[in-house]
């Protein structure tokens, strides 16, 4: 059983169950698209690291992992549009079956710049595969082959996603208190 909700969560969204539910899903899905592909997945970190440790544990194909880092100037809830890479691949895209596996995919900067950068790097292919979208605050269209939820415009936290660095630890999404 998960403890008590933390005072500043409101409400769970997205249960532990539902979670595993819809990953379980994801994984068979990929796992029925990439036979004999052996495709790279590229997780940027932080946030994507519970979702990728989650799937990969569920697929039936032969992966290889690795992270990005990307920083958007501005503040924290709120991307600026303004992305650069702090930590590259350390694995050669070129020729590869790329899988991006992204927590959430909010104004779509962040992801569409990194489909800017790989897609330079001469994949065989490229995807992405999202467990959130929060489609309502687009700025950029990017296509989204694997998609977990669909989720309203509020903060989320757990399951990898934070608010100042706390929440990542919750086995839930859930949404954050608005204070005033
Ligand atoms: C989150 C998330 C995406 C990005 C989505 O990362 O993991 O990368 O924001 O936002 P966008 O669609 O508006 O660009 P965050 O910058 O919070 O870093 P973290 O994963 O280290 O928490």
């Known amino acids: 059983m998960p ?5 500043e969560v409101e409400k769970i969204l997205i249960s532990q169950q539902a979670l595993a539910r819809r990953v379980k899903q994801l994984a068979a899905q990929i796992s029925r698209d990439y036979q004999g ?6 997780a940027p970190l932080k946030g994507a690291f519970v979702f990728l440790a989650d799937l990969i544990r ?3 194909v032969p992966v290889e992992v690795d992270f990005v880092r990307l920083a958007s100037y501005g503040a924290s809830t709120q991307s ?3 992305v650069r890479i702090t930590k590259d691949l350390e694995t050669s895209p070129a020729g590869r079956h790329l899988l991006i596996v992204e927590d ?5 900067v962040t992801l569409g710049y990194l489909i800017d950068a790989l897609r330079q790097r001469s994949p065989a292919s490229l995807k992405v595969c999202a467990l959130l979208d929060k489609p ?7 296509g989204l082959e694997y998609l977990g ?15 100042g660095e706390k929440y990542r630890e919750l086995p839930f999404v859930g949404i954050l208190r608005r204070e005033g």
Not at 37 to 42: D, Q, V
Not at 149 to 163: E, N, R, S
């Open 136 to 142: 309502q605050r687009r700025r950029r269209q990017v």
């Open 104 to 108: 959430i995919v909010d104004t779509g």
């Open 58 to 60: 569920h697929l039936k």
């Open 149 to 163: 939820f669909t989720i309203p415009d509020q903060f989320v936290v757990g399951y990898g996603l934070d608010f």
């Open 80 to 82: 600026s549009g303004q």
């Open 37 to 42: 592909l052996r495709p790279l997945l590229i």
């Open 3 to 7: 403890g008590p909700l933390p005072p």
